[in-house]
């Protein structure tokens, strides 16, 4: 019995019924493999209109991983990390930082997907009219299998924050409002220990060169040009709030090797 | 007293609160930290600052 499958971008008619023997009878040796986007093995029923890859390498995650600094896939497998919303600057710094090795995230957002922010948030077009904290799950999950989210689907204030991110090993700040900014920055450095990567200042289409990066203290580093836009709300496109969310995404990383290396 | 890494007049007692205000400061979008240590937006206007402090202050703008 044949079974129409796509196997490493090539329409193929398998006689195999699992992934093992359709392995060995086309690219034998490969230990890695992919089945509609998910890790599969070798004892995994081929199925009609699946589609599979195969790989060479020692195991997915290290494969994935390959042009990654070592250090970075290290700390990153450890930590846990905070992101106080989810919205321009929060979606892009949680796709880079698990694209990067993340496998815990504890986000925070109490909006869903909407039309305005299509033009720089991570999100979609079918995730329209879901939580942020949901839709962000979902898109991370589909860029590594091995990301676990824990959601909350809340309003950041000083009395619940330590309790949202306490145990994380790091927070990324990433709201809009710049007095929800003000409040974070106070909680996380007053009420925990843990170091916090700000975003402060991306909006219109100034040269990026703009951008910085200030380490106010030990645990307080801020990322962006830090000017106000003349405009109420801020114009924000996606390149200077990727630029932001890239330095930001940077300096997490550093951080945390700085103190895994202390 | 030094204030984002810059030197400035002595502040002679004046409160945190008041220095920020005559500086230009939104204190709604500010946090600061004097040697080191973020004070509450509470704390402002009983805090007195003194020529051998040193202050960090981000402003923070919308955006993110």
Same mark, same amino acid.
């Given at each position: 019995m044949m079974t129409r499958l796509t196997v490493n971008g090539v329409a193929v008619d398998a006689? @195999?019924?699992d992934l093992g023997?359709?392995?060995?009878?086309?690219?034998?040796?490969? *230990?890695?493999?992919?089945?509609?986007? $998910?890790?599969?093995?070798?004892?995994?029923?081929? #199925?009609?209109?699946?589609?599979?890859?195969? @790989?060479?390498?020692?195991?997915?995650?290290?494969?994935?991983?390959? #042009?990654?600094? +070592? #250090?970075?896939?290290?700390?990153? @497998? $450890? %930590?846990?990390?905070? =992101? %106080?919303? &989810? *919205?321009?600057?929060?979606?892009?710094?949680a796709e880079m930082l698990v694209r990067s090795g993340a496998t815990r995230l504890v986000v925070a957002d109490l909006d869903t997907v909407d039309l305005s922010n299509m033009n720089r948030q991570n999100y979609a077009m079918r995730d329209l009219g879901l939580p942020k904290v949901e839709a962000a799950e979902r898109r991370l999950r589909e860029i590594s299998p091995f990301v676990r989210i824990e959601k909350h689907f809340v309003r950041l204030t000083p009395e619940n924050v330590p309790e949202v991110f306490g145990r994380c090993d790091i927070v990324v700040e990433a709201f809009d409002a710049a007095d929800q $900014?003000?409040?974070?920055?106070?909680?996380v450095l007053g009420k925990t220990r843990v170091p916090m990567v700000s *975003?402060? *200042? &991306?909006?219109?289409?100034?040269?990026?060169?703009? &951008?910085?990066v200030r380490r106010v203290s030990g645990r307080l580093t801020v990322c962006g040009d830090g000017r106000p836009d003349g405009k109420v709300p801020p114009r924000l496109?996606? +390149?200077?709030?990727?630029?932001?969310?890239? =330095?930001?995404?940077?300096?997490?990383?550093? $951080?945390? =090797?700085?103190?895994?290396?202390? | 007293m030094i204030a984002n890494g810059e030197r400035r007049e002595d502040?002679?007692?004046?409160?945190?609160?008041?220095?920020?205000?005559?500086?230009?400061?939104?204190?709604?979008?500010?946090?600061?930290?004097v040697n080191g240590e973020v004070v509450p937006k509470r704390d402002y206007p009983g805090t007195a600052l003194r020529d051998t402090d040193v202050l960090e202050i981000v402003s923070f703008v919308g955006g993110g």
């Open positions: 006689s @195999s019924e023997h359709l392995r060995d009878s086309l690219f034998p040796g490969c *230990g890695i493999i992919v089945a509609d986007g $998910k890790e599969a093995t070798g004892r995994t029923p081929v #199925r009609e209109g699946m589609t599979v890859f195969f @790989s060479e390498g020692r195991d997915l995650r290290s494969e994935m991983l390959k #042009r990654d600094d +070592p #250090r970075v896939a290290e700390v990153l @497998s $450890k %930590a846990v990390i905070g =992101i %106080a919303g &989810m *919205g321009g600057l929060g979606s892009n710094v $900014k003000a409040m974070l920055a106070e909680a *975003g402060n *200042g &991306m909006a219109g289409i100034g040269s990026t060169d703009s &951008m910085g496109m996606s +390149p200077r709030v990727c630029a932001c969310a890239g =330095i930001m995404s940077n300096e997490v990383i550093r $951080k945390l =090797i700085e103190g895994n290396e202390e | 502040p002679k007692g004046a409160s945190l609160a008041d220095w920020l205000s005559s500086n230009g400061y939104d204190s709604k979008r500010t946090a600061v930290l």
